[in-house]
């Protein structure tokens, strides 16, 4: 956070404690020290950001979104929304799949990036009964306009294209608004973005796997049921979750 503290996922909830000193903020969510959230949140409009019995999947944050001030926490939970917080600990919105487009599928993998000064969410999901069906969604916070790129999609034949990849993804990133990496069944795949008029980012459901600026990177094969020992210099080591350095969009960190 920009006031020097970090928000955890610590079991089915959210804390707040302090970077220099370690020591967790008791006053974080009015007092109770964690955000829990509600089934009918009165800060959230009625919404449902309970949290409880729930995985916190992942947390991006940023302070660049339209219409609120300071930082606001982005939480994916159990696969099913994207719960907004301040820093206070305090509801602000709760995001559902029908939100983003007509249809109730779950969420896979969410990232947050900031491309000229602008903080871009970008969310990618697969349907829950038919995995072939796919999505993908940006917005561009700092305006406030969102676009569904494809949704409910499944390329008819095609196994290496985008939208296929999103029924074993792992994780995603976003470089500077070139391109998009996906890490899928420990390979990672890069497709190129493209801008509209309305300064979203986006990838066609029908990108191919290595054609034009897209690529594969292939890992290393795995040696007798172990992870390799990534000695191969063309390879990496199978993927789990990749990011985009902030600074320098040349270099990827992966676990």
Same mark, same amino acid.
């Given at each position: ?53 729930? *995985? ?20 994916? /939970? ?6 907004? /917080?301040? %820093? ?6 709760? !995001? ?5 487009? *007509? $249809?109730?599928?779950? !969420? ?17 999901? $697969?349907? =829950?009964?038919? !995995?072939?069906?796919?999505?993908? #969604? ?5 305006? @406030? ?11 008819? @034949? ?5 939208? $296929? ?13 070139? &391109? /998009?990496?996906? +890490? ?6 890069? #497709?190129?973005?493209?801008?509209? =008029?309305? @300064?979203?980012?986006? +990838? ?18 795995? !040696? +007798?049921? &172990?992870? *390799?020992?990534? =000695?191969? %210099? ?15 969009? %040349? ?5």
């Amino acid at each position: 956070l920009s006031d020097g503290n970090i928000i955890i996922a610590e079991g089915s909830k959210l804390i707040k404690m302090s970077l220099e000193d370690v020591i967790k903020d008791t006053s974080f969510a009015g007092g109770a020290g964690k955000f829990v959230g509600a089934d009918s949140d009165p800060d959230c409009f009625g919404k449902d950001s309970n949290l409880l019995g729930l *995985s916190v999947d992942f947390l991006e944050i940023s302070n660049k979104v339209k219409d609120y001030t300071g930082d606001v926490i982005f939480a994916l /939970i159990n696969k099913k929304k994207i719960v907004m /917080i301040n %820093s206070s600990g305090v509801c602000l919105d709760v !995001i559902r799949p029908s939100n983003m487009h *007509s $249809r109730n599928y779950e !969420i896979r993998n969410m990232e947050m990036r900031t491309i000229d000064d602008e903080d871009h969410l970008f969310v990618v999901g $697969r349907g =829950s009964g038919n !995995i072939n069906r796919s999505y993908l #969604y940006t917005k561009n916070l700092t305006t @406030g306009i969102g676009k569904a790129c494809f949704t409910h999609y499944a390329t008819p @034949g095609e196994t290496n294209v985008f939208s $296929r990849k999103m029924k074993n993804v792992k994780d995603i990133a976003v470089d500077d608004g070139n &391109n /998009i990496y996906v +890490a899928h069944r420990g390979n990672i795949y890069k #497709y190129a973005l493209t801008k509209d =008029s309305d @300064g979203n980012y986006c +990838a066609p459901n029908d990108a191919k796997d290595n054609e034009g600026a897209n690529k594969k990177y292939d890992r290393a094969e795995i !040696i +007798a049921g &172990n992870i *390799s020992d990534c =000695s191969v %210099s063309d390879k990496h080591c199978i993927a789990f979750y990749i990011d985009i350095d902030p600074d320098d969009p %040349s270099i990827m960190y992966m676990t």
